[in-house]
């Protein structure tokens, strides 16, 4: 009787010798006898896999082993091989996350990041990535804006995370004050509102009345003096802005003591 001994079936794995955590190793067994039956991959993680080419994704960093076992298609007695690779997953860095911000223009950012590692920003105006987390967004029209701000950090590893979040910026009213009088005992005074961006106005007399029209008004006054007017305008984003007026009144040939309406 002759024995026939077949050659021993050699598996080899291909694939990267590290990968960073959030990345997806790619495999593929090569074989020295053609076809391959009964594949199985044991990716070192309690997670198997089949097929001469997988791929797999680790939620843990270190040392994987790696093991393909699989049987030669091509002789009678169908040879087991086996093969072994290890592969370092390195870990990512922790990237802060960061709610929404919305705000009155100007709205200021100051971002800080708690690990040492090298982080860059983008503040959604433009391709520039800067390694500063301070930034002003500044909105001079009359809608609101919405800028994107991606974050950037990679670890001595060479590993990366991202994370984003969004800024609106709303524009702010521009309260703006038209006087003018007739002279008289009392002096009349005539008041509007200029201002833009507004949907709402809240006057403050001299007298401590106050007034939430925005159309046009007239207030009286009686005594000598310098008279302080003042005027809040605000729009539908809860964005105010105060301006105010200092009017002289001049009575001539006429004094009314405490007298103020």
């Not at 003042?230 to 009017?247: A, F, K």
Request: glycine share 6%; net charge neutral; charged share 15%.
């Amino acid at each position: 009787d002759q024995i026939e001994i077949f050659p021993p079936l050699v598996l080899s794995i291909i694939s990267r010798d590290s990968i960073c955590l959030s990345d997806i190793l790619n495999l593929e067994a090569i074989s020295t006898s053609g076809t391959l039956l009964n594949t199985k991959w044991d990716f070192g993680d309690n997670d198997f896999g089949t097929g001469v080419k997988t791929n797999h994704s680790y939620t843990s960093s270190g040392w994987k082993n790696i093991t393909f076992t699989a049987i030669s298609a091509s002789s009678i007695l169908h040879c087991t091989g086996t093969a072994v690779k290890r592969v370092y997953v390195k870990a990512t860095p922790i990237i802060l996350q960061h709610n929404d911000i919305e705000g009155c223009s100007p709205v200021s950012l100051s971002l800080k990041t708690t690990v040492q590692d090298a982080q860059l920003w983008n503040f959604g105006e433009d391709s520039v990535w800067s390694s500063s987390g301070m930034y002003t967004y500044k909105n001079a029209g009359d809608k609101p804006i919405r800028r994107k701000v991606s974050a950037l950090i990679e670890n001595t590893l060479g590993c990366r995370a991202a994370s984003s979040f969004w800024v609106t910026i709303f524009p702010n009213p521009i309260a703006r004050i038209g006087i003018r009088s007739e002279e008289g005992s009392p002096e009349r005074v005539f008041l509007s509102s200029l201002s833009t961006n507004t949907t709402a106005c809240q006057w403050l007399f001299p007298d401590g009345t106050s007034s939430q029209s925005c159309d046009s008004l007239m207030i009286r006054l009686y005594n000598n003096g310098f008279y302080k007017i003042l005027l809040r305008s605000s729009n539908q984003y809860g964005c105010m802005d105060t301006t105010s007026v200092v009017h002289q009144t001049i009575i001539k040939g006429l004094f009314v003591p405490n007298a103020f309406q």
